[in-house]
T-cell receptor, first 113, second 113 residues
Framework: DVKVTQSSRYLVKRTGEKVFLECVQDMDHENMFWYRQDPGLGLRLIYFSYDVKMKEKGDIPEGYSVSREKKERFSLILESASTNQTSMYLC????????????FGEGSWLTVV | AQTVTQSQPEMSVQEAETVTLSCTYDTSESNYYLFWYKQPPSRQMILVIRQEAYKQQNATENRFSVNFQKAAKSFSLKISDSQLGDTAMYFCAFMDSNYQLIWGAGTKLIIKP
């Protein structure tokens, strides 16, 4: 089974803190994604990466950055957390090619106080 | 802009009944992919079914089938003989020619015993 593992299920951080969300996949997938999920808004793409050290902005990249130093690992960084970044964050991966299944992690609930 | 609309925020049916979730989308492209994903209360999103736009035949996966109406830009999901384990959020998604997934806001489906 494909496994996408997100390092933290629940986090509580203070405003202004730097936050790291880690994601690891075990299927040698080229593509990796970070989404934000909010009620009534569906999933919104923050960043995606199609190869090591490559990244592309999604729909809502402001306030976020990413790092992909190894193929299996894709990190989401909140440089200075704000309360409006309280949300569920979903990491996902897929093999290259259009229409391929995207596999998701279990999600990370981030609360910024 | 391409959009995906799920007009039913929440639905509930009795176990063993058939339920249909609606999804409409807006695009000027002719070749694309459509997906239904399921997110159970444990939060890990999984693929339910996929449809390629150039294929006339509606996709089917066991109790799950779609009614794909390309001209009407409609992609509904039918769940037959619903089970308690079908309780979840269901998301419709569209993949464009740039490999970007556009998501609907989701439908919360509750199967009652």
């Amino acid at each position: 089974d494909v496994k996408v593992t997100q390092s933290s299920r629940y986090l509580v951080k203070r405003t202004g803190e730097k936050v790291f969300l880690e994601c690891v996949q075990d299927m040698d997938h080229e593509n990796m994604f970070w989404y934000r999920q909010d009620p009534g808004l569906g999933l919104r793409l923050i960043y995606f990466s199609y190869d090591v050290k490559m990244k592309e902005k999604g729909d809502i990249p402001e306030g976020y950055s990413v790092s992909r130093e190894k193929k299996e690992r894709f990190s989401l960084i909140l440089e200075s957390a704000s309360t409006n970044q309280t949300s569920m964050y979903l990491c996902a991966s897929s093999s290259a090619g259009r229409g391929n299944t995207i596999y998701f992690g279990e999600g990370s609930w981030l609360t910024v106080v | 802009a391409q959009t995906v609309t799920q007009s039913q925020p929440e639905m509930s049916v009795q176990e063993a009944e058939t339920v249909t979730l609606s999804c409409t989308y807006d695009t000027s492209e002719s070749n694309y992919y459509l997906f239904w994903y399921k997110q159970p209360p444990s939060r890990q999103m999984i693929l339910v079914i996929r449809q390629e736009a150039y294929k006339q035949q509606n996709a089917t996966e066991n109790r799950f089938s779609v009614n794909f109406q390309k001209a009407a830009k409609s992609f509904s999901l039918k769940i037959s003989d619903s089970q308690l384990g079908d309780t979840a959020m269901y998301f419709c998604a569209f993949m464009d020619s740039n490999y970007q997934l556009i998501w609907g806001a989701g439908t919360k489906l509750i199967i009652k015993p």
